[in-house]
């Protein structure tokens, strides 16, 4: 997590550090954030500019991590970010971009391209600013990935919300795909969700504790089917109660109890699925690697959708995010013979109710969605299966 867009007041840092404002910008307008009682890096001067090129190679060079979160990107690149009118500087155009910090930017992920090659750096930013994880060369910012923070938003609040009203939310979890080749995304569920009194992420969903448990399988298995990388916060893959704190070791002990063991096996299961699965991975910054068969179903909170991969092999995803057992549900497939169910969040093995499609199932010629034939297919309780036509 490294931050180049502000930095402590504190008295022993680097703010007024030979008595004048070194690092900083001077005019509290464009040197100083109210939100966060920090100081901006004028990325505009040359020696600054060098210095944090400096810290990110150190980072990557001298302790070779595999690469970097740049924090608060979104306060980088606008003068205006979270100021009101009349409380920021534009620049020598008259416009709200901070020019140098988005040279800055530019000219970080090229020359981490040259001098560390395979590192990642990726963005959190939160605005619509185009071109984020494009190559510098065709005007983006050069970045790797670019977190997905409409995603996260939106799922997490549909997944919170109780299954009754959960019809009246459907078009949470259908946006994200308008967008989601607009950019390299990272899905996070990261540190920022489970601190500072939003609770941990199993405490989020309603329900009894089964029904807990449940909606984080199925949201999991939503995630990992879902097109861009993963990123999950340390505890919730066991659905840890507690909310994280940097004092304490995650309760470990919890793995004694089944159900915390099953959550933990379902995220085990989903990586070793995403990593066998091209359809999973292959196509997941391209249109070809997502096709909607149902997106609005929303009487049933059901959704149902292909992944493709590069040899337009498929894999066919069905989520019921309603406590309610679905059988005979029809979904169109686009090939015909024996589906083979080969994963289903609520397996007994996870803590499920073990109701599914057992060995798979065989088409019909029944015409749904668009595909000349269809499955019937059971569907689990608060549940997702993965089903793949079996060569």
Do not use: C
Not at 154 to 165: G, T
Request: glycine share 10%.
């Amino acid at each position: 997590d490294w931050v180049p867009a502000h930095f402590p007041t504190d008295a022993h840092g680097l703010g007024m550090f030979d008595g004048t404002a070194l690092y900083e910008y001077a005019h509290p307008f464009e040197g100083f954030h109210q939100d966060w009682d920090t100081y901006i890096y004028n990325l505009g001067r040359t020696e600054v500019h060098g210095f944090m090129l400096a810290s990110a190679l150190h980072w990557l060079r001298e302790f070779h991590v595999d690469g970097l979160r740049v924090d608060a990107v979104a306060s980088m690149l606008y003068r205006d970010y979270s100021r009101n009118e009349g409380e920021w500087i534009p620049n020598r155009h008259g416009g709200r971009e901070n020019l140098e910090a988005i040279e800055f930017l530019r000219h970080l992920n090229d020359v981490v391209a040259l001098e560390a090659p395979g590192a990642l750096v990726i963005a959190e930013e939160s605005t619509a600013f185009p071109g984020v994880s494009k190559p510098v060369a065709d005007g983006g910012l050069g970045f790797s990935y670019k977190w997905n923070m409409g995603w996260m938003h939106d799922s997490l609040m549909y997944i919170q919300e109780d299954p009754i009203h959960r019809s009246y939310h459907h078009d949470k979890m259908t946006f994200s795909i308008v967008y989601a080749y607009s950019e390299h995304f990272v899905l996070p569920i990261s540190h920022d969700e489970v601190v500072h009194g939003k609770g941990s992420l199993i405490g989020k969903m309603p329900g009894d504790r089964w029904q807990k448990f449940a909606n984080l399988r199925a949201y999991l298995s939503f995630m990992w089917t879902h097109p861009g990388k993963k990123l999950l916060f340390m505890g919730s893959e066991f659905g840890q109660w507690r909310e994280w704190h940097h004092d304490r070791e995650l309760d470990w002990y919890l793995l004694n109890e089944p159900d915390h063991k099953g959550a933990q096996d379902l995220v085990r299961d989903l990586n070793r699925l995403y990593r066998e699965e091209p359809a999973l991975h292959e196509l997941d910054s391209v249109p070809a690697g997502f096709q909607w068969l149902i997106g609005d179903d929303r009487s049933n909170s059901t959704f149902a959708w292909l992944r493709r991969s590069s040899s337009g092999h498929p894999l066919l995803v069905v989520a019921n995010f309603t406590p309610v057992v679905r059988e005979n549900y029809r979904v169109g497939v686009p090939a015909g013979g024996h589906w083979l169910e080969i994963f289903n969040s609520d397996a007994a093995r996870y803590g499920g109710s073990n109701t599914g499609n057992g060995a798979g199932v065989l088409t019909e010629e029944v015409e749904r969605h668009g595909q000349s034939v269809s499955l019937s297919l059971i569907l689990p309780p608060l549940g997702v299966v993965i089903l793949r036509p079996q060569a």
